[in-house]
């Protein structure tokens, strides 16, 4: 049975950590659930570097299976991040960000998300970090502007105001923007905090939580109170399709990745109706 999924969007690493499906089958799936939209997330934890060859398998991929990619999640691994202390991993993952910027314009999405510096310690170490990842920005900012991909920096701490708002004061919406995470955002207990950042809205991740632990499963899963959430983003101008960052867990759901993704699509139509 094809679902009526139209402008909705999945992210591609559903099913990589339990049954671990080759790209071909879950791409197939997903197209056979009737979802012509896709946020690319696979690879986001580790340093795997896309060929030209990679590229061009996975672009014929997703025209094969009338799969349109909207954007695509950036690396951060343990030590690849923007906030790496050593220059090493610096390095590393400006590197990572350049190949996922370009893999990005190549398959034809309009924007790569990065996670942004994440202390618990204390303000002056986050500003430190924030000031330091200004490199990163610089480093591929031009890069950025001719192939036409922006930067979404995603809400991950409880920090999140603060850091958005870093960020959007240096930088011009037509490079940086805000990928809003919902079941990050129940976490921390901050959701109202990042409504004002509207005007930079740019990703989706949607999912939801009980407010304990990163669950990403379908909506009304959870404890979030979804309304005023997709009031606020009709409100905000975002024009693409609306993406779930959804995943399956073992531990949460015991079934087949037919039976997840029936379930899914149904709490997805449910919220959507």
């Known amino acids: 049975m094809k679902y009526d999924t139209q402008k909705t969007s999945i992210t591609s690493d559903m099913f990589n950590y339990t049954f671990k499906p080759k790209m071909e089958q879950k791409f197939q799936l997903f197209a056979d659930y009737g979802f012509e939209y896709l946020h690319w997330c696979d690879d986001w934890s580790n340093e795997v570097f896309y060929t030209k060859q990679d590229i061009k398998k996975y672009s014929e991929l997703l025209d094969s299976c009338n799969i349109e990619l909207l954007d695509v999640h950036g690396t951060s691994s343990k030590n690849a991040r923007i906030d790496s202390k050593d220059n090493g991993g610096l390095k590393k993952y400006i590197q990572l960000l350049k190949n996922r910027i370009e893999f990005c314009s190549a398959v034809g999405g309009d924007a790569v998300v990065i996670h942004p510096p994440y202390s618990l310690e204390n303000n002056n170490l986050l500003n430190q970090n924030l ?3 200004l490199h990163v920005f610089e480093e591929v900012k031009t890069l950025c502007n001719d192939l036409n991909i922006k930067l979404a920096v ?11 708002k870093y960020y959007f004061e240096r930088y011009p919406p037509e490079f940086v923007g805000f990928c809003f995470d919902l079941g990050h955002a129940n976490l921390f207990n901050n959701l109202n905090s990042l409504f004002q950042f509207k005007e930079r809205l740019i990703v989706l991740h949607l999912h939801d939580n009980k407010g304990k632990t990163d669950e990403h499963q379908p909506p009304f899963w959870g404890t979030i109170d979804w309304e005023p959430v997709m009031n606020w983003i009709k409100e905000s101008g975002y024009s693409k ?9 073992a531990k949460l759901f015991d079934g087949t990745m037919t039976d997840f993704l029936d379930y899914t699509v149904e709490q997805i139509q449910q919220l959507r109706s």
Not at 241 to 248: K, L, R, V
């Open 131 to 133: 000031e330091k990842s």
């Open 154 to 164: 995603e809400n991950i701490s409880a920090h999140s105001e603060i850091i958005l």
């Open 241 to 249: 399709p609306i993406n779930f960052e959804i995943t399956h867990r």
